[in-house]
């Protein structure tokens, strides 16, 4: 039996409601290139997936090292091995499903040749070693966010908004509801049925979503902006597989992005944080509001599927919007590694604490382990459901069906 501390992402699978770049919209409205037109937006946000699963558990594996920890596996996926090879009694893997990772250690295995009073076997080194062992992935994730954001300010800049009244339409795909009804890429959306937006807000790109969402087959009233005009366009929805309405458009919030550059490593470094403290406040908020809201937002939690569908828009739109897609993918795995759930490194944590408030008396070995083991159960059960469902609703599936 192996003992895991990396089991991961978002992805059993909590993804923040991305706020960036252009993708302030529901993917229901978002009509997305297929797979074969975006691959390289495909590759490169897998990638970025990817990476980050790796950054976490190199975490949790080189704290190990470091201290003289045995380690007998670090693995990239669950379940069965794609591909493997074996180093320094370390072996490494590919697996076939996406949702996360895993450092494995020798602590039970009676197979490894390890005696179970070794010293260097994770379960006996001091609670602060393991701590320090287990915290260790999401401490990687948040200096990998923060160099990601350093990099950013360096090459492209600090991106500095500018808001403006109602919802930007950025592109109208052809033959939809709203091409049909007279959008065009770049009107801004000023009201819906009388009533106008404000500056654009957190809320502002769902209210419009929600408006068409609720209008199947019905018309909806828009005042839009065009150049220097104004005027309203009636447009009537599709209806969708779900009963929704949907108008074939991408939205996002009216802004006008600037570019400001450091003067040297000093403001680059505060730039840096500050663009760092904001993500880091957004996915708390979202996270906040997921579990305090979650008959609302649960449709909003993302398995792998949808975040790599997102991460091929970002990728296709600007090079901001990747990095800032890397920075919030790291800090969202921080913040969830963190609860103490089940197979999760807050689970383990919170079992050390227990340790700790018991005198440094474990918790009988198989309590420990049905414990972990209900937890990646859990955690898998729940991102095959997500790849599922947002596999579903990828708009080339949907054609298909």
Same mark, same amino acid.
């Given at each position: 039996?192996?003992?895991?501390?990396?089991?991961?992402?978002?992805?059993?699978?909590?993804?923040?409601?991305?706020?960036?770049?252009?993708?302030?919209?529901?993917?229901?409205?978002?009509?997305?290139?297929?797979?074969?037109?975006?691959?390289?937006?495909?590759?490169?946000?897998?990638?970025?997936?990817?990476?980050?699963?790796?950054?976490?558990?190199?975490?949790?594996?080189?704290?190990?090292?470091?201290?003289?920890?045995?380690?007998?596996?670090?693995?990239?996926?669950?379940?069965?091995?794609?591909?493997?090879?074996?180093?320094?009694?370390?072996?490494?893997?590919?697996?076939?499903?996406?949702?996360?990772?895993?450092?494995?250690?020798?602590?039970?295995?009676?197979?490894?040749? #390890?005696?179970?009073?070794?010293?260097?076997? @994770?379960?006996?080194?001091?609670? @602060?070693?393991?701590?320090?062992?287990?915290?260790?992935?999401?401490?990687?994730?948040?200096?990998?966010?923060?160099?990601?954001?350093? %990099?950013?300010?360096?090459?492209?800049?600090?991106?500095?908004?500018?808001?403006?009244?109602?919802?930007?339409?950025?592109?109208?795909?052809? @033959?939809?509801?709203?091409?049909?009804?007279?959008?065009?890429?770049?009107?801004?959306?000023?009201?819906?049925?009388?009533?106008?937006?404000?500056?654009?807000?957190?809320?502002?790109?769902?209210?419009?979503?929600?408006?068409?969402?609720?209008?199947?087959?019905?018309?909806?009233?828009?005042?839009?902006?065009?150049?220097?005009?104004?005027?309203? #366009?009636?447009?009537?929805?599709?209806?969708?597989?779900?009963?929704?309405?949907?108008?074939?458009?991408?939205?996002?919030?009216?802004?006008?992005?600037?570019?400001?550059?450091?003067?040297?490593?000093?403001?680059?470094?505060?730039?840096?944080?500050?663009?760092?403290?904001?993500?880091?406040?957004?996915?708390?908020?979202?996270?906040?509001? %997921?579990?305090?809201?979650?008959?609302? %937002?649960?449709?909003?939690?993302?398995?792998?599927?949808?975040?790599?569908?997102?991460?091929?828009?970002?990728?296709?739109?600007?090079?901001?919007? @990747?990095?800032?897609?890397?920075?919030?993918?790291?800090?969202?795995?921080?913040?969830?590694?963190?609860?103490?759930?089940?197979?999760?490194?807050?689970?383990?944590?919170?079992?050390?604490?227990?340790?700790?408030?018991?005198?440094?008396?474990?918790?009988?070995?198989?309590?420990?382990?049905?414990?972990?083991?209900?937890?990646?159960?859990?955690?898998?059960?729940?991102?095959?459901?997500? #790849?599922?469902?947002?596999?579903?609703?990828?708009? #080339?599936?949907?054609?298909?069906?």
């Amino acid at each position: 039996m192996k003992a895991r501390t990396g089991v991961e992402v978002g992805f059993p699978s909590l993804a923040v409601p991305f706020n960036f770049s252009p993708l302030d919209n529901e993917i229901e409205l978002m009509n997305t290139e297929p797979i074969s037109g975006n691959r390289t937006g495909w590759f490169k946000s897998s990638g970025v997936l990817t990476a980050i699963i790796i950054v976490h558990e190199s975490g949790h594996f080189l704290a190990a090292y470091l201290q003289g920890i045995h380690v007998s596996k670090f693995a990239v996926g669950f379940g069965p091995i794609l591909a493997k090879f074996s180093a320094n009694n370390v072996e490494y893997s590919l697996r076939a499903f996406p949702l996360g990772g895993f450092v494995g250690f020798p602590d039970n295995d009676p197979e490894s040749g #390890i005696p179970v009073d070794d010293e260097n076997l @994770l379960k006996n080194r001091p609670i @602060l070693d393991r701590v320090i062992v287990i915290s260790a992935g999401v401490v990687a994730n948040i200096v990998f966010a923060f160099v990601i954001i350093f %990099t950013q300010v360096l090459s492209v800049g600090l991106p500095v908004q500018d808001a403006f009244p109602g919802v930007l339409v950025p592109e109208v795909r052809a @033959l939809s509801a709203a091409s049909r009804d007279g959008l065009f890429p770049g009107d801004v959306i000023l009201s819906v049925n009388g009533n106008e937006f404000p500056k654009t807000g957190p809320n502002v790109v769902s209210e419009l979503v929600n408006a068409i969402k609720k209008s199947p087959k019905r018309n909806v009233l828009l005042k839009v902006a065009r150049g220097e005009q104004q005027f309203e #366009i009636g447009v009537t929805p599709d209806e969708n597989y779900d009963g929704t309405g949907k108008i074939g458009v991408q939205l996002s919030p009216n802004v006008k992005i600037s570019k400001v550059l450091p003067k040297n490593l000093l403001e680059a470094f505060r730039f840096t944080a500050k663009e760092f403290w904001g993500l880091s406040c957004n996915v708390l908020d979202s996270l906040k509001q %997921t579990f305090f809201n979650f008959s609302q %937002t649960a449709s909003k939690v993302s398995g792998p599927v949808a975040i790599i569908a997102v991460g091929a828009e970002v990728a296709r739109s600007n090079i901001d919007g @990747l990095y800032q897609f890397a920075a919030v993918l790291n800090i969202n795995l921080a913040v969830i590694n963190l609860l103490p759930l089940p197979a999760l490194d807050g689970g383990s944590l919170a079992l050390i604490l227990i340790e700790a408030a018991r005198g440094g008396r474990k918790l009988p070995l198989e309590v420990e382990q049905q414990i972990m083991s209900s937890g990646i159960m859990l955690v898998l059960l729940l991102g095959l459901f997500l #790849i599922v469902r947002d596999t579903l609703n990828l708009d #080339i599936i949907k054609d298909m069906l």
